[in-house]
């Protein structure tokens, strides 16, 4: 047998090298590269064995362009992110912190897809197939655990087929014998492969076994779904390599101490990116929430300092977030700190506040965060974000019913956020009063109950809001 050739993989971009170093020369991560046995040649040709065979070349036009089949889930919040179901022989990775929900979401919507298939008169469109329906394969707790969730969740009868197995080869024959529409791996992380040497939720492995499950899905028309961890950096371990290689990936958000979970599209080849599904954990499992505008507002019986409150607008639907500052002196070297929101943003933010308002937080820490768990992405929290800063500075609150939304610019000017009227009106209609927003977002007809002013600068922002108290 020839002698096996080492590489060196790096966990982090999955970069390989044949020589160590210190630092990884793909992603220039340090100290990320571990050793792992080269792949056979006759291995990288199976990987290659199972693309698109040959096909001969076709005009666009001629191509016959077909729906694709959905499966609902059966789980509103979940099928909206879905864009609308599980797509016959896709694959969905599904990421998020340890603890926050993923066995429970997919325990809960294998059962409701399996109860629909057993139902009678389904709709039009939806697979239907004679028994084995789902599969839940796994790798982290035994089937005991999994039954005893089952029961927590008030799933007695449940009907959804459970294997206890992290072995990629018997995975795939139990796949193969039992073609169910729906698999699930929970989770990609614990499953192996006895032809690479590395531990399993090693970025060799999990990418090895990701690749043998996708092309798996795409020949048999099963929809897998891969549960995978994220690491402390955020990313999945073993990571970006599975991004790529899926055709849907959601993360689940939010804080496991509150009670809301926000799952959100990051890439979907079968629908809309960035539409959140809304779900709040129960002792019941995971429940949607489909009016969710609310929920990431904190309950002040009295507006405090350092507290603003924002409309984002998360897919379709605009969400009200609060956003909190605290601005206190700091050392020598002061902190800026930001959960939920970016923190170079935050550092630009407030150069554009010292040089444009005057505002000087030179020598103060300053903590921003988004109540709730939620991340905000949207450039529209910025006008948010400063007027929460400023309010902590000075230890004046913000009137009551107060909120904001708004870009702010390098050169000081606010500019305005998409679909601004859908915003201002979920405002109004949860019984917020006095907005500040960019003057292109101030609608032409008044909006009831709603006072607006509308800005242009950075410093015009300021002045309203001193002026309203
Ligand atoms: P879990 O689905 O095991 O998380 P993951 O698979 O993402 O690691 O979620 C478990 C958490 O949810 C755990 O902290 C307990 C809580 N939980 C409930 O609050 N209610 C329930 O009905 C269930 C099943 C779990
Ligand atoms: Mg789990």
Same mark, same amino acid.
């Given at each position: 047998?020839?002698?096996?050739?080492?590489?060196?993989?790096?966990?982090?971009? !999955?970069?390989?090298?044949?020589?160590?170093? !210190?630092?990884?020369?793909?992603?220039?991560?340090?100290?990320?590269?571990?050793?792992?046995?080269?792949?056979?040649?006759?291995?990288?040709?199976?990987?290659?064995?199972?693309?698109?065979?040959?096909?001969?070349?076709?005009?666009?036009?001629?191509?016959?362009?077909?729906?694709?089949?959905?499966?609902?889930?059966?789980?509103?919040?979940?099928?909206?992110?879905?864009?609308?179901?599980?797509?016959?022989?896709?694959?969905?990775?599904?990421?998020?912190?340890?603890?926050?929900?993923?066995?429970?979401?997919?325990?809960?919507?294998?059962?409701?897809?399996?109860?629909?298939?057993?139902?009678?008169?389904?709709?039009?469109? #939806?697979?239907?197939?004679?028994?084995?329906?789902?599969?839940?394969?796994?790798?982290?707790?035994?089937?005991?655990?999994?039954?005893?969730?089952?029961?927590?969740?008030?799933?007695?009868?449940?009907?959804?087929?459970?294997?206890?197995?992290?072995?990629?080869?018997?995975?795939?024959?139990?796949?193969?014998?039992?073609?169910?529409?729906?698999?699930?791996?929970?989770?990609?992380?614990?499953?192996?492969?006895?032809?690479?040497?590395?531990?399993?939720?090693?970025?060799?492995?999990?990418?090895?076994?990701?690749?043998?499950?996708?092309?798996?899905?795409?020949?048999?028309?099963?929809?897998?779904?891969?549960?995978?961890?994220?690491?402390?950096?955020?990313?999945?371990?073993?990571?970006?390599?599975?991004?790529?290689?899926?055709?849907?990936? @959601?993360?689940?958000?939010?804080?496991?101490?509150? #009670?809301?979970?926000?799952?959100?599209?990051?890439?979907?080849?079968?629908?809309?990116?960035?539409?959140? !599904?809304?779900?709040?954990?129960?002792?019941?499992?995971?429940?949607?929430?489909?009016?969710?505008?609310?929920?990431?507002?904190?309950?002040?019986?009295?507006?405090?300092?350092?507290?603003?409150?924002?409309?984002?607008?998360?897919?379709?639907?605009?969400?009200?977030?609060?956003?909190?500052?605290?601005?206190?002196?700091?050392?020598?070297?002061?902190?800026?700190?930001?959960?939920?929101?970016?923190?170079?943003?935050?550092?630009?933010?407030?150069?554009?506040?010292?040089?444009?308002?005057?505002?000087?937080?030179?020598?103060?820490?300053?903590?921003?965060?988004?109540?709730?768990?939620?991340?905000?992405?949207?450039?529209?929290?910025?006008?948010?974000?400063?007027?929460?800063?400023?309010?902590?500075?000075?230890?004046?609150?913000?009137?009551?019913?107060?909120?904001?939304?708004?870009?702010?610019?390098?050169?000081?000017?606010?500019?305005?956020?998409?679909?601004?009227?859908?915003? @201002?009106?979920?405002?109004?209609?949860?019984?917020?009063?006095?907005?500040?927003?960019?003057?292109?977002?101030?609608?032409?007809?008044?909006?009831?109950?709603?006072?607006?002013?509308?800005?242009?600068?950075?410093?015009?922002?300021?002045?309203?809001?001193?002026?309203?108290?």
């Amino acid at each position: 047998m020839a002698k096996e050739k080492t590489v060196y993989t790096c966990s982090e971009c !999955g970069g390989t090298t044949p020589r160590w170093l !210190g630092k990884c020369p793909h992603c220039n991560a340090w100290n990320t590269l571990v050793e792992g046995v080269a792949e056979s040649a006759s291995m990288s040709k199976n990987r290659f064995a199972a693309l698109a065979k040959t096909a001969e070349v076709a005009v666009l036009a001629d191509i016959e362009a077909t729906e694709v089949a959905r499966t609902p889930t059966g789980m509103d919040e979940l099928d909206r992110v879905l864009g609308g179901g599980m797509v016959e022989g896709g694959v969905v990775l599904i990421g998020g912190d340890p603890g926050i929900g993923k066995s429970t979401l997919l325990l809960q919507a294998l059962d409701a897809i399996e109860r629909s298939s057993q139902g009678v008169g389904e709709g039009t469109g #939806q697979r239907q197939g004679a028994g084995g329906h789902t599969l839940y394969v796994t790798g982290e707790e035994s089937g005991a655990q999994v039954a005893l969730r089952s029961r927590r969740l008030g799933l007695e009868r449940s009907q959804v087929k459970v294997l206890a197995e992290i072995e990629l080869d018997k995975i795939l024959a139990t796949l193969s014998a039992t073609k169910p529409a729906i698999a699930v791996i929970d989770s990609i992380q614990t499953v192996y492969s006895g032809e690479l040497t590395s531990a399993p939720g090693s970025v060799a492995q999990v990418r090895e076994c990701a690749a043998h499950l996708t092309r798996a899905a795409k020949s048999s028309g099963t929809t897998i779904v891969l549960v995978g961890h994220v690491t402390k950096e955020g990313a999945l371990a073993g990571p970006r390599v599975l991004e790529h290689m899926v055709d849907t990936v @959601l993360y689940f958000e939010g804080d496991t101490h509150s #009670q809301f979970r926000l799952v959100r599209a990051i890439k979907n080849r079968f629908g809309a990116v960035n539409e959140i !599904g809304v779900f709040a954990m129960t002792e019941r499992g995971l429940k949607g929430v489909s009016n969710p505008s609310a929920i990431f507002l904190s309950q002040h019986s009295e507006p405090v300092p350092g507290s603003c409150v924002m409309v984002t607008l998360e897919g379709t639907r605009p969400l009200l977030v609060e956003i909190q500052a605290l601005v206190d002196s700091g050392g020598p070297s002061p902190r800026r700190l930001s959960v939920g929101l970016d923190r170079d943003r935050l550092a630009m933010l407030l150069a554009v506040l010292h040089r444009h308002a005057g505002v000087a937080c030179m020598d103060q820490d300053v903590f921003v965060n988004a109540v709730g768990g939620v991340r905000i992405s949207e450039p529209a929290a910025d006008l948010a974000v400063l007027l929460s800063i400023t309010s902590s500075l000075r230890g004046k609150p913000l009137p009551k019913g107060f909120f904001a939304f708004g870009e702010v610019g390098l050169a000081g000017e606010v500019r305005p956020a998409p679909r601004g009227q859908e915003r @201002l009106r979920e405002a109004a209609k949860l019984g917020f009063s006095v907005a500040v927003v960019p003057k292109a977002n101030a609608p032409k007809q008044a909006i009831e109950g709603l006072t607006i002013h509308a800005v242009e600068r950075v410093e015009q922002a300021m002045d309203v809001v001193r002026g309203l108290g």
